[in-house]
């Protein structure tokens, strides 16, 4: 069974930085989700990895981008100015299907990682 493995998460004050990874090869359509506690699964960014094409939740436009290094079977989440809203568990998901309408629809996704958490202080 392949595995999405996601790392760099952590504790960080308003304001700040992280960059997530996502260890994974071979994948034409990735994403990262998260999901605060109570709250559903919401997408984050979405990268064609095969044209480049990225889409991003409007929450996080300008703020996070998403990346991925070939090389390396990465895919990252840089994000920065972060901010206490954005404390949720964050996910890594792929598939070789290409999502149906909106890039950031969870159930299009058959692969998942466990999640990395982030956390924002104010």
């Known amino acids: 069974q392949v595995q999405l493995v996601e790392s760099g998460g952590g504790s960080v004050q308003a304001g700040g930085s992280l960059r997530l990874s996502c260890a994974a090869s071979?994948?034409?359509?990735m994403a990262w989700f998260r999901q605060a506690p109570g709250k559903e699964r919401e997408g984050v960014a979405f990268?064609?990895?095969?044209?480049?094409?990225?889409y991003y939740a409007d929450a996080v436009k300008g703020r996070f981008t998403i990346s991925q290094d070939n090389a390396k079977n990465t895919l990252y989440l840089q994000m920065s100015d972060l901010k206490p809203a954005n404390t949720a568990m964050y996910y890594c998901?792929?598939?070789?299907?290409?999502?149906?309408?909106?890039?950031?629809?969870?159930?299009?996704?058959?692969?998942w990682g466990r999640g990395t958490q982030v956390t924002v202080s104010s």
């Open positions: 998901a792929a598939d070789h299907v290409s999502p149906r309408a909106k890039p950031l629809t969870p159930n299009d996704y058959r692969n």
């Open positions: 990268i064609n990895t095969s044209t480049g094409y990225r």
């Open positions: 071979g994948y034409r359509y």
